[in-house]
Structure formats: C-alpha cells, structure tokens
T-cell receptor
Framework: EADIYQTPRYLVIGTGKKITLECSQTMGHDKMYWYQQDPGMELHLIHYSYGVNSTEKGDLSSESTVSRIRTEHFPLTLESARPSHTSQYLC????????????FGNGTRLTVT | GDSVTQMEGPVTLSEEAFLTINCTYTATGYPSLFWYVQYPGEGLQLLLKATKADDKGSNKGFEATYRKETTSFHLEKGSVQVSDSAVYFCALGNTGKLIFGQGTTLQVKP
C-alpha cells in the first residue's frame, strides 16, 4: 500500500487553465521529488526539495513551480497549461541518507487539450 | 557526469524463460545501484539494491550483482511469469539524487 499519495490520478484540462497536482507522504521523509515521465517511459527530474522551504529545479527545464511549506506536502503548479505539458507526473520521497531509496506515488496523468 | 545505460526493449519472453536485462553505469566514487519496477498504471517500486562492489541484491526471484570491474548491475531471473510484465529501471545514487536509465519493457507471454 502506497505511503505517498498523488491526486488526481487523471486530469483532462483545457489550454490556459491553472492546475495544481497534489502530493503527500506520511513517512516523514525530508526529500521529495517530481518526475515527468514521457511516453517512452524515460524519467526526467523536474523539481526536488530537501526539506521545508527548500526547492530546487531538476535536470529538465519545466514551466511548473513547486512549494514545500509542510514536510508531508509537495504540490506542483502549472500557471497556464499547454498541450506540451501533457505527460505523466510522478512524485517521490526519500530519507536523507545518501543511499535511501525513493518511494513513488502512483502518478498523475495530465492531458491538456 | 554520472550516467546509466540499459538495454533497449521491449524484451518479449515466454513464461518460465530466463531473463537478463543489462545495465551499465558511469560514475565517480562509490555509487549505490538500484533496480525499480513499474507495473502498468502505477508508480515505480524498489525491486532490489546494492550499496558496494560485489554485493548481490535479491527480491521476488530477481537478482543483480554490483560489478565494479565491469561497471555493471545486470538484472536476472531464472523463470519469469506473466505477472513480471512491467517496465524495469536501473538507477544509480551517488550525489544525493538518483539517476535513472531509460527503462526496459518486459512482456511475458503465457
């Protein structure tokens, strides 16, 4: 059973709308991550956080933004959705140890029409 | 920089066949190595890990050995089942962030 929760699972929305993808974890993990997964299944890190009030951009440039006001919550926001944002978004968390594995949510599949 | 390369898929096998998915890496220092699995419609799950050279990770019949001399971490299973059909990701942890391979799709036919 997942200890990291993403909502919604599926979202279809029109161009120009503002959206927020929710991610919460109950494991007390300090590190949290957002990945974008393309149709070929490759994962791209777009944002990460090492704790409250800490956010960093990942390896893939993204027009989205994130916030980390509470340890357990790491929402991702798109101010103005575009068809190019259509993708699967995966949230993950881990402990602070260098070798700590990632725990993933089940993802949000976003379609922008 | 650090990188992970996996064999390209899809890999299609019959039930009870032997599985190998190749993974090689490039890294400085002493990385940890992981295999993750993603079943359809789900997020990734940790399958197994190894934290130093010659370590063998194992879980659910899958195994992988950390080979520093060949910079490899190949995933193996002696007898696959239809339920093993999924996407498998090799990953490297070295600087606090995980670097994933591109994923290999496995399809097991009855």
């Amino acid at each position: 059973e997942a200890d990291i929760y993403q909502t919604p699972r599926y979202l279809v929305i029109g161009t120009g709308k503002k959206i927020t993808l929710e991610c919460s974890q109950t494991m007390g993990h300090d590190k949290m991550y957002w990945y974008q997964q393309d149709p070929g299944m490759e994962l791209h890190l777009i944002h990460y956080s090492y704790g409250v009030n800490s956010t960093e951009k990942g390896d893939l440039s993204s027009e989205s933004t994130v916030s980390r006001i509470r340890t357990e919550h790491f929402p991702l926001t798109l101010e103005s959705a575009r068809p190019s944002h259509t993708s699967q978004y995966l949230c993950a968390s881990s402990g602070l140890g260098r070798n700590s594995p990632l725990h993933f949510g089940n993802g949000t599949r976003l379609t922008v029409t | 920089g650090d990188s992970v390369t996996q064999m390209e898929g899809p890999v299609t096998l019959s039930e009870e066949a032997f599985l190998t998915i190749n993974c090689t890496y490039t890294a400085t220092g002493y990385p940890s190595l992981f295999w993750y699995v993603q079943y359809p419609g789900e997020g990734l799950q940790l399958l197994l890990k190894a934290t130093k050279a010659d370590d063998k990770g194992s879980n659910k019949g899958f195994e992988a050995t950390y080979r520093k001399e060949t910079t490899s971490f190949h995933l193996e299973k002696g007898s696959v089942q239809v339920s093993d059909s999924a996407v498998y990701f090799c990953a490297l942890g070295n600087t606090g962030k995980l670097i994933f391979g591109q994923g290999t799709t496995l399809q097991v036919k009855p």
